[in-house]
Nanobody, 117 residues
Framework: QVLLAESGGGLVQAGGSLRLSCAAS????????MGWYRQAPGKQRELVAR???????NYQDAVKGRFTISRDNAKNTVYLQMNSLKPEDTAVYYC???????????WGQGTQVTVSS
């Protein structure tokens, strides 16, 4: 069973920074793509950033240049560094594992990020 545990959320003022972490267990971490999603109140869950097993990344347009996804395979952990935060970044952020077929079957419990104006 794959388990994902996020940490690092909180309340921050606009322009501030947070770093989210996601610790994975239950499988060989390095072989699957990993991602960070978010869901704001009343909105659908959306993909924020993705990192492949080889370290290639892509980002939602709204966060390009501000957020950085990375992974440390030795620690079974994926990170999301969030800089220049805006109130519209307020959401619950979820770590996810793309699984063998890219269907995102594994999810963390989510961590709240609140950006005040």
């Amino acid at each position: 069973q794959v388990l994902l545990a996020e940490s690092g959320g909180g309340l921050v003022q606009a322009g501030g920074s947070l770093r989210l972490s996601c610790a994975a267990s239950g499988r060989i971490f390095s072989i699957n793509d990993m991602g960070w999603y978010r869901q704001a109140p009343g909105k659908q869950r959306e993909l924020v950033a993705r990192i492949t097993s080889g370290g290639n990344t892509n980002y939602q347009d709204a966060v390009k240049g501000r957020f950085t996804i990375s992974r440390d395979n030795a620690k079974n952990t994926v990170y999301l560094q969030m800089n220049s935060l805006k109130p519209e970044d307020t959401a619950v952020y979820y770590c996810a594992d793309a699984g063998r077929w890219g269907t995102w079957p594994y999810w963390g419990q989510g961590t709240q990020v609140t950006v005040s104006s």
